[in-house]
């Protein structure tokens, strides 16, 4: 196991793990954001994300997995004071008993695998980052094959959207990009090769509803920003455009919420056709 260093004081690489958790643009310059959690951290080791550093508490007996975990990964091990772990944990109740610092993938497309039954799930300009990770969470539990965060948005990276895709994120490619254009030349490009991937948005005026369309092709699902929706520019992109039906006083579902309920309706199609296992 590599040696243990011991940080005792509130230092300056101590200050630069506390901004990952609040501050993009210091995660984006460093390449790297903090994981809590044995299933979150047991899926990035599994996944083979880069681990940085291991931060874990110096003044208690730590758990198998802890130690496996440290014998395992061979990256520098940090010894910390249970207050200033739990500094790093968010202050939550209870502190985490280790703490990951995960290097970054970069933000390319060409992660993502688009096969003959390709589904992907795009979300235009979301401003919750606990969304994000909720939609990335339902896109590996319904067999997606990535998430593209588009336009002005939240982060991925952002220490709610990490915790709330409990360790889905390690396992399903997300990626960022700025605008539209990058994705239409993706899209474009896989269409020349023989992959008419459908580009399908959720509105609550849609063409027909959800259990009316055929998921069972490839296809990119488009969901709207929490407030207004999919763009001008997104819904103009749209070869079709689906509705959930409702009851009740709700006229319309939150973000990842529709998204989950798609991609759940996606799924069923796809195991019924027999085109996955359930």
Not at 15 to 33: D, I, P, S, V
Not at 103 to 120: H, Q, S, Y
Not at 150 to 162: E, F, I, L, Q, T
């Amino acid at each position: 196991m590599p040696a243990v260093r011991r940080i005792t004081s509130r230092n300056a690489r101590f200050q630069q793990w506390q901004a990952l958790l609040t501050n993009r643009n210091k995660r984006q310059r460093a390449g790297e954001f903090l994981v809590q959690g044995v299933r979150p951290i047991s899926l990035a080791v599994q996944y083979g994300w880069p681990v940085h550093a291991l931060i874990f508490d110096g003044e208690r007996k730590l758990s198998r997995w802890a130690e496996e975990l440290l014998r395992a990964v061979r990256t520098e091990h940090i010894a910390m004071a249970p207050d200033m772990l739990a500094d790093l944990g968010e202050k939550n109740e209870t502190v985490p008993e280790v703490i990951a610092v995960i290097g970054m993938p970069d933000d390319d497309l060409g992660r993502i695998t688009v096969g003959d039954d390709f589904l992907g799930v795009l979300f235009d300009r979301p401003t919750n980052p606990g969304n994000i990770g909720s939609i990335i969470r339902s896109a590996d539990a319904f067999g997606a094959d990535g998430l593209i965060v588009a336009g002005h948005a939240a982060d991925v990276y952002d220490a709610k959207s990490v915790r709330a895709s409990t360790g889905s994120l390690f396992a399903l490619p997300a990626i960022r990009v700025p605008s539209p254009r990058e994705v239409t030349d993706w899209v474009d490009t896989h269409r020349a090769s023989g992959r008419s991937v459908a580009l399908v948005g959720t509105d609550e005026h849609g063409d027909c509803d959800v259990f009316d369309f055929d998921f069972t092709r490839p296809v990119l699902l488009l969901v709207g920003n929490e407030t207004s929706g999919l763009s001008s520019t997104w819904r103009e992109l749209c070869d079709f455009t689906v509705s959930i039906p409702m009851t009740g006083a709700a006229s319309s579902l939150n973000a990842a919420n529709a998204g989950t309920a798609v991609l759940y309706e996606a799924s069923r199609q796809r195991i019924a056709a027999g085109k996955r296992s359930p």
